[in-house]
Nanobody, 114 residues
Framework: VQLQASGGGLVQAGGSLRLSCAASGSIPSMNVMGWYRQAPGKQRELVARITSGGRTNHADSVKGRFTISRDNAKNTVYLQMNSLKPEDTGVYYC?????????WGQGTQVTVSS
């Protein structure tokens, strides 16, 4: 399984970004796909995840601002990020697995300036 993330960048607070993660490989291994982030000096944390059936979970810190979605036909998962805050800054990783993450993408940097 290979995961290719894209869409990060530099944005001002209040702005929006859309991350994409294209997956290739064993489809059954990607029952759950998600986004995690890691800020400097902090542990990696879950941002949002989605099952193949469309069930979603979002971290409390991003509820109402971020939305995860998935196109199973394209094996792609998206993260629409609105109303970005400086504390959203970090490296964002997409992940996939049957339940817990087993495969990781390379990460994409998101920087939100105040």
């Amino acid at each position: 399984v290979q995961l290719q993330a894209s869409g990060g960048g530099l944005v001002q607070a209040g702005g929006s970004l859309r991350l994409s993660c294209a997956a290739s490989g064993s489809i059954p291994s990607m029952n759950v796909m998600g986004w995690y982030r890691q800020a400097p000096g902090k542990q990696r944390e879950l941002v949002a995840r989605i099952t193949s059936g469309g069930r979603t979970n979002h971290a409390d810190s991003v509820k109402g601002r971020f939305t995860i979605s998935r196109d199973n036909a394209k094996n792609t998962v998206y993260l629409q990020m609105n109303s970005l805050k400086p504390e959203d800054t970090g490296v964002y990783y997409c992940a996939a697995g049957l339940g817990i993450p087993e495969y990781w993408g390379q990460g994409t940097q998101v920087t939100v300036s105040s």
